[in-house]
């Protein structure tokens, strides 16, 4: 652990399915609050079934401190033979009032770590909006390269996002 970080205890683990309100909640948060970031809208997810949360949760990472959740992140290997050497991370989230604890950090290193156990996978992809510096510089740090800009990928309150595609090779 870094310095300043002993003072609570940071988990990282899937999330149980009998807790899946939870995990349903800290996603419409995200939804809700940094809709720009994001290629779904809280419309669209704010109806969904028990039975399809409790199967996205299954494919969350989630960042507990004393047994909350405060981030989280999705992790999404395709079944298609062609390409299910990739894994796509997505979703990453924490909330504000645990931002710059390094918390983003852990969870990526976290999937990183697990996806380097398993064999098949070779490449992690994952895209950002242009807009979120600090997001691009992490994965940066943690080995990411930049292979490409989607113009205009998404619109939000009358404007135009870029996304950015970035990829670590495992």
Sequence with gaps: QSSGMSDYELIIDRLSDSRWKEGRN?????LQKEPQAFSSTFEEE????????ITRNRNALYAFIDDELVGM???????????????????VYVQESHRGMGIGRQLIEQS?????????????KLSVSTEQVAAMRLYEKLGFERVGIQKNEFYFNERFYD???MELHL
């Excluded at 800290?26 to 995200?30: F, Q």
């Excluded at 704010?46 to 949360?53: C, Y």
């Excluded at 992140?73 to 979703?91: K, L, R, Y």
């Design 112 to 124: 990183i770590l697990i996806l380097r156990e398993n064999n098949q996978i070779s490449k992690l």
């Design 26 to 30: 800290l996603r419409l948060e995200a």
């Design 163 to 165: 996304d950015l595609l």
């Design 46 to 53: 704010a109806h969904l079934s028990e039975e399809e949360w």
């Design 73 to 91: 992140m999705v992790i999404f290997i395709s079944e298609n033979p062609m390409t299910q050497h990739i894994a796509n991370i997505f979703g």
